[in-house]
RNA sequence: GCGAGAGUGGUGAAAUUGGUAGACACGCCAGAUUUAGGAUCUGGUGCCGAAAGGCGUAAGGGUUCGAGUCCCUUCUCUCGCACCA
């Protein structure tokens, strides 16, 4: 080995690591004389076990909490800051059906191998308070909330159409499913797979539309993931119109069976402004009506329509470059405004979940409706003029969706159509057409999976109603199953287990019942596993109120920006339940969220096993160190920030640590340092201790870069700059730090001791380099006092030889002096 | 199409309120040192130019004594949503 002495990471690491476990360094206590502004929860998205192990990802985000949270502890914050697993899930139980080992059996080890591969990172976690949400004492809880939501009338069964594969004998996710020239099909093993209604339990999220709107207003969170919230809830206002249907096509109706106060449209728009123009109607296929409303000479077409659209993904369907397609269903609408008949069409533009499931059509100002009327030649008719038209019945050449006058529209003619709007909604109310109506494109929850590995959901059904299972008797927990496959019904293996299905009814009338064989899907046990970090070991409730009240809410979630919409939409519904039924202290539960940026691969592109790009966190802990890693992810650039791994950047982090380690061959010294020196520990403290706060790491450890390359300027190691470096390192390189504080003679750990303080004075130089330009050029430097005067600089600057020089002849316009800074002299 | 964000050396990136662009690091070049080889140390390194000097933060325009930073227009890229009536 050529070098002469080696920065002994290899012994280092593991030893301050068991230092940690064994002196339990980071339990978190709560202790009542912190007062709350001295408290912080920080948090990190507890990782998927899955069989890969750690990939390079997951360390850069808990490398910066741990960070700021070691930072913080040393500023005297008592700080929370836990891990755990989310460890439901269906690799595992993929593996179970190809293999039959028990999900469990390999959960647990992957479990185990995460535990110990971010053990080795030496993050600064309580690992008194880890939790799995797999763990029987663990949803226990999951079930317990599900019957919180149950008893609030928030879950329902439905039955929802689902991707359903024969050959495979199973449900399949949207993702599951491929469209090919043959229809869709099961992305493995390229079966046929068809929509089939199929028993759900669904989450009534919808009813908390409004207030997880709203609650993003305060929170500190990155604009664009309120942004994709936002556009997720899909809040808009308008009307529901009644649309009356013509007199054969109510006859039709009647026929079919409809009651009399069926026998109409009903369509949802956020324009009743442009009502006039509405010169037909869509229906979604799927509508309840069609069937009733099709005449005979249309019920072939529109059968082979319904047909073709059953087979269609949900992707294939919202093709927007797709031309429009439908059919006529032989019946006729009446328009309330103004009494037109108009046809009734089906098209697969038209959502059956979105709305009322049909629309009016107003092809002149809505552009989708404009292609449908364009291919199927529908009558267009201009209702909204722009303001400044000179003649407002001009034909239109194209939809024009803006808001301007109203044309065409009777009485409402000449007015801004945006008054036209509230106007139309009135008289619509007051002649019982209509009325106004908000709408989402949040969809219910749905809550359910044919699986085997989650949560049982904890409902016994007894003669068609549900029975909840009594909170003394749970946790409900999961049946050993002879085989994971599916059933080839579409419901879970355990619904095969007839000793567990098959029990009495809850409700103690005697009475035989059913157990609920659908479980909870992955996001269940995601949803609260903060709250259970609070008091893990609980059996009487989730978590004691008081440790709710001591450490809720959670000060700064760290993770990534995958889990925008979903996890974090579905975990502030839970929590808003929790609220609402007095059991958690909030109504938000993550005040500030940070995403970390992807980590790509060397060549620049996201790391995937087929592309051979992928960094193995083992392989750099053990050739570079722990130490090198955290510092090397915190160095590439900004947290929130996609970037490429560098190895060679790698290196320079662990030549950085090296060089650290080798001013140890220098005698610690109890002189003072010298001015200069001591001047860039002032700042140096300073900035470090600025920018960690503010999660901007990668100027902190260049700052603490530029320290070290000073002390090397420099005589002898001062004990006055070597102990506040050693401290600042501390957070970012604990297990170097440790070392080197030990080797000064320290008993307790640098990680319970305090941040470095810096003097005010000594931050601040005495000289400045001060610019002189002319016009806006630079010309010259000088070196001045610090603060020194306007006057003085101008003076300085006009006497400048190179100034007089450039100056000379020409006419001094002005000359602006900024202290410490420039001076600027404009000439004409 | 809509929404959010970003464009700075060969590379990753810095740059309180508009006030010395490129800190720190990688790479590269030169040198030193060593039982030589992926170590360490010193110096150099935005571009053009021999130099003086000029030019430089996606492009163009504007405000200003002064713009990477503020305003307008355009282009490119990334991410998200995408027939939501």
Redo the contacts with the bound molecule.
Sequence with gaps: M??MKKYPFREIEPKWQRYWEENRTFRAVEDASVPPEKRRYVLDMFPYPSAAGLHVGHPEGYTATDIYCRYLRMNGYNVLHPMGFDSFGLPAENYAVQTGTHPKATTEANIDRFREQIKSLGFSYDWDREVSTHRADYYKWTQWIFLKLWERDLAYVAEIPMWYCEALGTVLANEEVIATPEGPRSERGNHPVERRPLRQWMLKITEYADRLLEGLEDLDWP??IK??QR?WI?R?E?ANVTFPLADDAAERAAAAGLGEDERHIEV????PDTLFGATYMVM?PEHAMVAALTTPEQANAVRGYVDATKLKSDLE????S?E?TGVFTGSYAINPVNGAQIPIWIS????AS??T?A?MAVPGH?E?DWDFATAFDLPIVKVVARPDEDDPQAPLAAATPEYGVAVNSGQFDGKPTEQVKSEIIDWLESHGHGSRAV?Y?LRDWIFSRQRYWGEPIPLVECDGEYYPIPEDQLPLTLPEVESYKPTGTGESPLAAVTEWVECDCPDGSGRRGRRETNTMPQWAGSCWYYLRYLDPANDRAFADREKIEYWMPVDLYVGG?EHAVLHLLYARFWHKVLYDIGVVNTDEPFLRLVNQGMILGENGVKMSKSLGNVINPDDIVSEYGADSMRVYEM????LQ????W?T??L???H??L??VWRLTERPLDETPADEELRRVLHKSIRKVGHDTGKL?F??AI?QM??LV?EL?KHDGRPREVWEPLVRMLSPYAPHLAEELWEMMGNRSPVSLGAWPEFDEELTRDDQ??V?L?V????RA?LTVDAGTDRETLQRMAMEHERIAELTAGKQVV?V?A?PD??V?V?VK
């Design positions: 050529p070098r604009e664009s942004a994709m556009n899909g808009s308008g949802y728009t956020t324009r979604a369907r919202t093709e927007l797709k429009k697969d533009y038209i959502l979105y709305g499931g629309i809505d989708r709408n494109k920006a160095f590439m650039g900004p920030q996609e970037k490429p560098s060679q950047g290196t320079g982090v030549r950085f090296d060089r901007a990668n100027t260049s870069m530029i390359n090397y400045k380099e610019v330009q016009n806006g050029k630079i430097r002005k602006i900024v800074k420039l600027n404009v």
